[in-house]
């Protein structure tokens, strides 16, 4: 019987030892290793996380940047016919000696099929006759270009009377879309 009880004394420690050790230590070490993964895991979001708002920062500040570009260069998309200077900028005086006769005839604002970049834009043709000194002729094209709406001078062509030249211009001023603006 002394065997026995050896084995019950040496037994039981031994086993609620290994109860222990497998209701306790072992479930925690599974916990720990899956923390170890989430931590890894978290660790590389964070990066990933920075990197991008880096990435966010940088496009902002490259977006401030145009921004003030195109603000400097005054030229933008206007939406409605009454915002453009174009039609007043191209206006001269009729003095007899720079410029002796002027005409401008506005087109019609109607939808471009083409889609440039993938924008919906509205064009409206302007036409500039003119008969006076090249300088003025120069001067009403320079005028037009610094309009800081979106315009394009689309055709020029000159005839020499004289002294003076008779200029035809035409020019094409763009919109956004009036279907975008009011759908």
């Known amino acids: 019987m002394k065997r026995n009880g050896y084995w019950i004394w040496a037994?039981?420690?031994?086993?609620?030892?290994?109860?222990?050790?497998?209701?306790?230590?072992?479930?925690?070490?599974?916990?720990?290793?899956?923390?170890?993964?989430?931590?890894k895991d978290l660790a590389r979001a964070t990066d990933q996380y920075l990197v991008q708002r880096d990435e966010c920062d940088r496009l902002q500040a490259e977006l401030g940047r145009l921004r003030a570009e195109v603000l400097d260069r005054g030229h933008?998309?206007?939406?409605?016919?009454?915002?453009?200077?174009?039609?007043t900028r191209l206006t001269r005086a009729i003095d007899g000696t720079e410029v002796?006769?002027?005409?401008?005839?506005?087109?019609?604002?109607?939808?471009?099929?083409?889609?440039?970049?993938?924008?919906?834009?509205?064009?409206?043709?302007?036409?500039?006759?003119?008969?006076?000194?090249?300088d003025a002729v120069f001067a009403a094209l320079g005028s037009a270009e610094n309009e800081a709406?979106?315009?394009?001078?689309?055709?020029?062509?000159?005839?020499?009377?004289g002294e003076h030249v008779q200029a035809t211009v035409g020019i094409d001023e763009f919109f956004r879309a009036q279907e975008e603006l009011h759908p």
């Open 11 to 39: 037994l039981a420690p031994a086993t609620v030892a290994l109860a222990v050790v497998a209701l306790v230590a072992v479930p925690n070490y599974s916990k720990a290793r899956q923390m170890r993964v989430d931590s």
């Open 100 to 134: 002796l006769d002027q005409s401008i005839k506005i087109g019609e604002r109607e939808p471009m099929l083409a889609r440039p970049a993938g924008m919906k834009l509205d064009r409206r043709a302007v036409e500039l006759q003119m008969t006076g000194s090249f």
């Open 76 to 87: 933008s998309l206007r939406s409605d016919v009454n915002e453009s200077a174009l039609v």
């Open 149 to 161: 709406g979106l315009n394009r001078v689309r055709v020029v062509e000159f005839r020499q009377t």
